[in-house]
C-alpha cells in the first residue's frame, strides 16, 4: 500500500477560525517585518542623509509604500543608500503582500477543491477495466482470467 491509499484523497474544508488565525499570524510577521524595514530606512536616512528622526521616518515610509522621497539628498552616500533602499522596497512590498494574502490563497484552493496533484489528474485520465474491455482491448487482468489454468 502507497502512501496516497492511507490518507483520505477527499478534499476538507478549513474553518473561517482558522483562516483569521494564519492571517492574524501572517499580519503579525508582515508588521515586524515593516517594522524593521522602516526602521532600517529611517537609520540610513538619518546617517546617510543627514535627515532629522521624523523626517528620516517619513522618508523611509514613503518609499517603503512606493510613494517616492519627500526631500531632497545632497550626498552621493545619501543618493546611493537611497537607490539601494528603493530597490529594496519594491522588492519587499511586494513579498509582505504576498506573506500576508498566502493563508487566504490557501483557503480558496481548499474550499474550491482545487487540485493541484498532477499524479491524481494523470489517475483520473486512465481507461478503467471496463471500459478498456468495451474498447476491445485486453489488459493484464482479462487476460488472467481468460486463460486456462496451467497443468
Known amino acids: 500500500m502507497s502512501y496516497c491509499d492511507h490518507v483520505s484523497t477527499l478534499p476538507h474544508h478549513l474553518s473561517t477560525g482558522v483562516l483569521i488565525r494564519r492571517l492574524a499570524r501572517n499580519g503579525a510577521i508582515v508588521i515586524g517585518f515593516i517594522a524593521a524595514a522602516l526602521g532600517l530606512g529611517a537609520v540610513g536616512y538619518h546617517m546617510f542623509g543627514g535627515l532629522p528622526w521624523l523626517d528620516a521616518t517619513l522618508n523611509a515610509a514613503m518609499i517603503l509604500t512606493g510613494m517616492g522621497p519627500v526631500d531632497h539628498l545632497d550626498g552621493p552616500e545619501a543618493k546611493v ?10 522588492v519587499f512590498f511586494l513579498t509582505m ?13 481548499h474550499r474550491f477543491h482545487l487540485e493541484l496533484d498532477e499524479r491524481r489528474e494523470a489517475q483520473h485520465r486512465r481507461p478503467t477495466h471496463a471500459a478498456a474491455q468495451a474498447a476491445g482491448g485486453r489488459d493484464e487482468a482479462s487476460d488472467a482470467t481468460s486463460r486456462p489454468p496451467a497443468p
Open 81 to 90: 543608500f537611497a537607490i539601494v533602499y528603493s530597490l529594496f522596497s519594491s
Open 97 to 109: 503582500v504576498a506573506v500576508l494574502l498566502a493563508p487566504a490563497v490557501q483557503h480558496f484552493l
